[in-house]
């Protein structure tokens, strides 16, 4: 059994948790407030509060965590946190992870950010997989497809922990 770690678990993160539930792994939910820790909890995942633009927040929950998933690519925010949240966030995170029991990362590469934004987030999850010799999966499968985006994300969690 391996754990993973949704960071922005809101509807569709919801549906992952309870997917990768059915595959026999536990689930570690993050929301940037209260307000979704009870639908979360709901969904059979471990519901913390984490803000991806605050980085402090989510380090202390890799511990125990064999896959993270960031699933951001329809993310919410100012312009600045957008950005950072593809850029220097998600590197600086990608390198954390090198120090940690995570064996890799699953990022979501398609939704309502800027596509040059979610290309650039994409290169570098790809740059560190190499790097760093990490498992990675960037999953480009349509948000709008909410059934076939789970089973997508869900089949990438697993590849990872395949590896």
């Known amino acids: 059994m391996a754990r993973a770690l949704i960071i ?3 509807c569709r993160g919801q549906s992952l948790a309870r997917a990768l539930q059915e595959d026999g792994h536990q689930v570690r ?3 940037r407030t209260g ?11 471990e519901a913390v509060i984490a803000d991806p633009y605050r980085l402090a927040t ?3 929950l890799l511990e125990g965590v064999s896959v993270v998933v960031w699933p951001l690519g329809s ?5 600045d ?9 998600l590197q600086t995170l990608l390198t954390k992870l090198v120090d940690s029991g995570v064996r890799g990362l699953v990022y979501e590469a ?9 290309r650039k987030g994409a290169a570098e999850v790809k740059k560190a997989g190499e790097w760093f010799r990490m498992p990675v999966e ?5 948000p709008g497809d909410h059934d076939g985006w789970t089973e997508a994300m869900r089949a990438a969690v697993n590849r990872i922990l395949d590896a």
């Open 110 to 118: 398609t939704g309502t950010v800027r596509g040059d934004l979610l």
């Open 138 to 142: 960037v999953v480009e499968h349509d």
């Open 75 to 79: 993310a919410a925010g100012t312009p």
């Open 81 to 89: 946190d957008i950005d950072a949240v593809h850029t220097t966030r």
């Open 35 to 45: 307000n979704r820790l009870a639908q979360i909890e709901a969904a059979g995942a």
């Open 29 to 31: 939910g993050t929301a």
């Open 58 to 60: 989510v380090t202390p």
């Open 8 to 10: 922005g678990c809101g």
